[in-house]
């Protein structure tokens, strides 16, 4: 089996197969969750708005799997109580009674009022009746929300409150999930920067596009989880199609501590006149903005333009007028593109977010199938997986043997739940290996119980900070390189930390960081530098991060 694209949808399917011992070979072209899965507003929810939509099937199932990600990832998934504020009370209220009784809805409310709000949530909390593990929703009058918050907009006249998730490391778990794969099953492997460059007969391209090398592989079925690319790799694999249609979204992270203050640890959710959502939310510590909806033809050109940075601030400013952000406030930004289904709608907002998993019978050029994973959430990849393991199993006549809906991933294995016994479990491993309650703290917080390896990785040499970050260590980055498979200095910076994206990266500790990856793969002086320009000009380009 041949998984093309280890974002988070390919390294769930590749965790299948690996649970049912399917030879499996996962490769991208880029380094693990490179694609869209790095660039989600890091929120772990089903999606209270497409409710109105009608996807109440995909709503209810990703309640269930955000239900299930805070149980079985607790070291990065986190609930978020989420707060929106109001302006009217029957605003849309109308158009859903009309629909309920079958009647044409009418025009489409351009704000949502109190009551629209109610019953909308209503429902987003009865779908975890089965598995609840955060509170019910509750209304916060006037008077009450702006005792909370007295900055919100004037025209505010109370507040809902519900609970989603969110994540601190979406590129980790997903690298955890793929890690997880390959301990269960020797004959599944993953494999960052190959691209599945072409086919023939029944023997596919893979290209090693570090060493330039070619390998040639004979799957017997393709699973193509290129995400936004999924078009361009079935061409790639001789089975064309025209199956996505993406659209994409950009984020800020700011140094804003009157935004960070007013979130005061909930995220702030804001509906557009014309139906987008723009959500503000605190991200380890800082104030993550976004998104927009913007159709893309080619995924590789998404970048945060500058009339989507007025958007987003605007956004703000309507929601908490006395909140002055600044661009020099600007630390990061980040965009993906959603791998949304080729479907017409009115707009991009409203464009499905279901998925399903699409078969291509071998056409005469090839003699696989290729199953690919159209649209998806972040959230509900569990799930999203599973139905396409599913399809795989009929095709090949297998049985299912096991679930992975209790099955905890990475660092979430063995965590201690309580406050007790995450006391007790930091005592312990600072007993054991000497080092600070504090510093395990911070490694717990990081790898979840993979913090124990990171931990005696550091005390067997000297854990020294870095001259350049407080809380990294040269043995902890080292530990990092040497493990997680970090081909070059971006994924290091991008997708095993989020030094980059938080602001933390200055030139000095960029060389420090680069010196300990050239000692460690053994770089020229020439290969060092072209390993800063490389490093230097993404962020740049991808993340307005300017270093000299
Ligand atoms: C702005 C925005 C905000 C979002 N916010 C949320 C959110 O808060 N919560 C949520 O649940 N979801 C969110 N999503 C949706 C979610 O991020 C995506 O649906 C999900 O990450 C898609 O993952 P994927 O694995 O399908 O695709 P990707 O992560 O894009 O993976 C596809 C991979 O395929 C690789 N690839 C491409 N071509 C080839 C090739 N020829 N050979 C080898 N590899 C190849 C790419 O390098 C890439 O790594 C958001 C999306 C966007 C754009």
């Known amino acids: 089996m041949l998984v093309v694209g280890a974002g988070i949808n390919g390294a769930s399917v590749f965790r299948e197969l690996a649970l049912h011992g399917f030879d499996a070979v996962l490769v991208d072209r880029g380094d693990f969750a490179c694609g869209t899965t790095a660039g989600p507003s890091r929120m772990i929810h089903a999606g209270l708005r497409y409710l109105e939509f009608g996807e109440k099937t995909l709503v209810s199932e990703g309640v269930h799997e955000r239900n299930l990600l805070l149980v079985n990832c607790p070291h990065y998934i986190f609930p978020l109580p989420t707060t929106i504020p109001f302006q009217s009370r029957f605003d849309g209220f109308w158009g859903v009674i009309r629909k309920t009784f079958g009647l044409s809805p009418g025009k489409r409310a351009k704000r949502r009022g109190a009551w629209m709000i109610k019953i909308g949530l209503r429902m987003y909390d009865r779908f975890s009746d089965h598995n609840r593990q955060m509170p019910e929703h509750h209304f916060t009058s006037r008077a009450e929300a702006f005792k909370r918050r007295p900055g919100l907009h004037g025209d505010t006249i109370g507040t809902a409150t519900y609970y989603d998730g969110w994540i601190s490391y979406p590129e980790r778990l997903c690298m955890e999930v793929i890690t997880d794969a ?130 987003m601030i605007g956004c703000v400013a309507h929601l908490l007028p006395d909140v002055k952000i600044d661009r020099s406030q600007i630390l990061s930004t980040f965009s993906g593109v959603r791998p949304l289904m080729a479907k017409p709608a009115e707009t991009t907002g409203q464009m499905s977010r279901s998925h399903f998993t699409n ?37 090949f006549n297998k049985p299912r043997k096991l679930c992975t809906e209790s099955i905890p991933i990475g660092g979430g294995k063995d965590f201690p739940r309580t406050d007790l016994d995450r006391t007790k479990w930091i005592e312990n491993l600072s007993g054991a290996t000497g080092l600070e309650a504090d510093r395990i703290e ?97 962020l740049h380009d991808r993340h307005r991060i300017d270093l000299s």
């Open 359 to 395: 078969i291509s019978e071998p056409p005469e050029a090839a003699n696989f199938p290729v199953f690919s994973l159209v649209g998806g959430k972040w959230t509900p990849f569990r799930a999203f997986g599973e139905q396409a393991m599913d399809k795989l199993l009929a095709h």
């Open 182 to 311: 390959e301990t269960t099953c020797e004959t599944a492997r993953a494999l960052n920067y190959v691209s599945a460059k072409s086919s023939q007969g029944n023997t596919v391209t893979l290209r090693d596009e570090i060493s330039g090398q070619d390998i040639q592989v004979r799957p017997k079925a393709v699973v193509n989880a290129a995400g936004a690319w999924i078009d361009f790799a079935n061409e790639n694999l001789g089975h064309p199609s025209k199956l996505i249609a993406g659209t994409k979204g950009a984020h800020l992270v700011l140094d804003n501590d009157e935004l960070l203050k007013a979130l005061d640890g909930e995220m702030l959710f804001y509906e557009t006149p014309e139906g987008r959502a723009v959500v503000a939310l605190p991200w380890l510590g800082k104030p993550l903005i976004g998104s927009t909806d913007i159709h893309v033809n080619d995924p590789d050109t998404a970048r945060c333009d500058e009339d989507e940075i007025d958007y």
């Open 442 to 538: 911070v490694l717990l917080g990081r790898y979840g119980t993979g913090a124990r390896q990171v931990a005696e990785f550091c005390t067997a040499g000297e854990d020294k900070p870095l001259a350049n970050h407080a809380t990294y260590t040269a043995r902890e980055i080292e530990f990092i390189i040497r493990n997680e498979r970090v081909l070059h200095l971006d994924d290091l910076l991008l997708r095993r930390t989020a030094i980059a994206l938080l602001g933390e990266l200055s030139g000095e500790l960029l060389d420090e960081l680069l010196a300990i990856f050239a000692g460690l793969g053994e770089l020229s002086d020439d290969q060092a530098a072209a390993e800063r320009k490389r490093t230097v000009d993404i």
